[in-house]
Nanobody, 116 residues
Framework: QVQLVESGGGLVQAGGSLRLSCASSGSILSLNHMAWFRQVPGKQRELVER???????YYKDSVKGRFTISRDNAENTVSLQMSTLKPDDTAVYYC??????????WGQGTQVTVSS
């Protein structure tokens, strides 16, 4: 069973940057895709960005040009570089992995707070 651990959240002013990292306990090459979701209280968890095993990416419209997802297959990590942060980006960010044999796997989440 793959386990995911996020790091890098925190408090930042609007316009600032943060980098989130997600470390996998197993090889990410075996995973169909990895992604970052976010959730605010009272709302559904939403997909922010996803990267496939082949490197194909999907971005939520509101983060295009500001967030970049990347993966390091050798280190078994996936990162989310966030720039020009806005207060609306405040949320708990979750790392997600999906594979046919595993289904969805989630990290514990990391809080990102953007002050205005």
């Amino acid at each position: 069973q793959v386990q995911l651990v996020e790091s890098g959240g925190g408090l930042v002013q609007a316009g600032g940057s943060l980098r989130l990292s997600c470390a996998s306990s197993g090889s990410i090459l075996s995973l169909n895709h990895m992604a970052w979701f976010r959730q605010v209280p009272g709302k559904q968890r939403e997909l922010v960005e996803r990267i496939s095993r082949s490197g194909t990416t999907y971005y939520k419209d509101s983060v295009k040009g500001r967030f970049t997802i990347s993966r390091d297959n050798a280190e078994n990590t996936v990162s989310l570089q966030m720039s020009t942060l806005k207060p609306d980006d405040t949320a708990v960010y979750y790392c997600n992995a999906w594979a046919v044999e595993l289904g969805d796997v989630w990290g514990q989440g990391t809080q990102v707070t953007v002050s205005s």
